[in-house]
């Protein structure tokens, strides 16, 4: 994804509303929900409940809340039965696009994947048609500020086992192996630099540019509409937005 387009992602989950920021906390607290259920609730045990806060803390939640995320999780019996699923389709202009839910009712969770994706342009498709164009990586984003020297943070992501590094406008990309990505996390973490961004994400090979101006509309919708559900974790896509769109 270009770094203009990855800025404007990033932007966008940033400057949400209180209302919109409160339902991000809830589906991040879902997910520390079943990792804790999967795996326990001790960080040092349990890798992906690490990477899990890291993630939670990236999205300036609150302390308090993922630690009373873990604690409930860590007493729960009876809770609801989530279900980690993954639909994959085509937005306008053909724009790949994967979404990433929690559900503890498949069939309401694909009946409203599938509604937006009619609704705007796009087409729902089967398991596997877009993912192949996809690579599921680490990436961790630390903000250019005078606070961070770009040689020494190059050479520490190297040194941790990152793949790569990446010298944005706005940003510091590090990019690393999905096997890689707790080592190198916890060694920038435990280097006092903070994150913008530490995830598991699907990096698309190739971006798809749209020209006209509905099919963009009906993309931004699209995304739009997917995010804000409740049962959807996270939307990947290779749209490469338009620079334009990181000042709406």
Known sequence: MSGH?????IKRKKEKTDAQRGKLF?????????I???GGPDPEANAKLKDAIAKAKAANMPNDNI???????????????????????????????IVEAMTDNKNRTAGDVRHYFDKFGGNLGTTGCVSFMFSKKGTIMIEKSSKVNEDDLMMEAIEAGAEDFKSE?????I??????????????EQNGYEFIEAELTMI??????????????????????LEDMDDVQNVYHNWDMPEVDEED
């Open 5 to 9: 387009s990855k800025w404007a992602n």
């Open 26 to 34: 809830t589906k991040l607290g879902r997910e520390l929900s079943v």
């Open 175 to 188: 990019t690393t192996s999905v096997e890689d990505f707790s080592k190198v996390r916890q060694s920038l």
């Open 36 to 38: 804790v259920r999967q």
């Open 169 to 173: 406008e706005e940003y510091y990309e």
């Open 67 to 97: 630690m009373r995320c873990i604690k409930k999780a860590s007493g729960e019996q009876d809770g609801a039965n989530y279900e980690e699923i993954a639909y994959e389709g085509y937005g306008p202009g053909g724009v790949a696009v």
């Open 204 to 225: 698309p090979a190739t971006m798809t540019k749209l020209a006209e101006p509905k099919q963009i509309e009906f993309m931004d919708k699209l995304i739009e509409h």
